[in-house]
């Protein structure tokens, strides 16, 4: 008999904070509604003092919900703000960096990997996961269907997870039946007309439907 396989968990994606309080307010509400694995925090701008306080706002009420708190951000204000990792987006030299500074106490993602050789570069560079499909620089989105497929083609072959990002409730059930071992829930999540505690509760029952649905092969 072989194990199941772990079912895919939830990452939330947070818009640029500039309000701790705000945030942690909203991120409470997301984790009512079920279970998260991880928050990847993204700071607006400031300088680094102020950075590094945002972060540590966040930490306690993460954390203490049994969630990982991952910063894109420089590695230092990630570990000076008390973080579980953080989140790479400018390729291998900068995660052989931020692996020197951390060593291999924190967790180091990485994301923007446009092409199969650049995730396979990044892959080899020691991450702990890869994220595909979150919002480029200037905002625009990858389309779903490349998104499906590059997830599909990492979690078949690699052991390194895969995070996929879905840019809406709705393409959360495809990436989901891809093998990710995360689903990323973006800033759209946060967006006040949203209920995050009603998304966040949808997508562990769309996780949890496709589960049973497999086991029942």
């Known amino acids: 008999m072989t194990n199941a396989p772990t079912p895919t968990r939830l990452m939330l ?3 640029l904070v500039a309000d701790a309080e705000a945030m942690a307010f909203r991120l409470m509400q997301a984790f009512a509604g079920g279970d998260v694995a991880a928050v990847l925090l993204r700071l607006s701008e400031g300088d680094e003092r102020s950075k590094i306080e ?15 708190l991952i910063v894109e951000a420089p590695a ?24 020197s500074s951390l060593k291999n106490e924190r967790i180091i ?5 446009r092409a199969r050789h650049d995730a396979m570069d990044i892959g080899e560079a020691g991450v702990d996961y890869v ?3 979150e919002p480029r620089p200037d905002g625009s989105l990858p389309p779903l269907a490349a998104v499906i497929e590059r997830a599909s083609w990492w979690a078949e072959i690699f052991e390194t997870p895969c995070v996929a ?4 409730a709705e393409s959360v059930a495809a990436l989901v039946e ?40």
């Open 109 to 113: 993602g990485a994301g923007s990997l």
């Open 165 to 168: 990002y879905a840019p809406d």
């Open 76 to 99: 230092l204000v990630a570990a000076r703000g008390g973080a579980d990792g953080v989140h790479i987006t400018n390729g291998p030299e900068a995660v052989a960096e931020a692996r």
């Open 13 to 15: 994606v947070t818009p």
């Open 178 to 217: 891809t093998g990710a071992e995360f689903v990323a829930l973006g800033a759209w999540a946060f967006d006040e007309a949203c209920d995050i505690r009603a998304l966040v509760t949808q997508a562990n029952a769309t996780i949890a439907a496709y589960a049973a649905r497999k086991a029942a092969r």
């Open 54 to 68: 945002r972060v540590k706002r966040l930490v306690g009420p993460v954390q203490s919900a049994n969630v990982a």
């Open 131 to 133: 994220m595909f499909g």
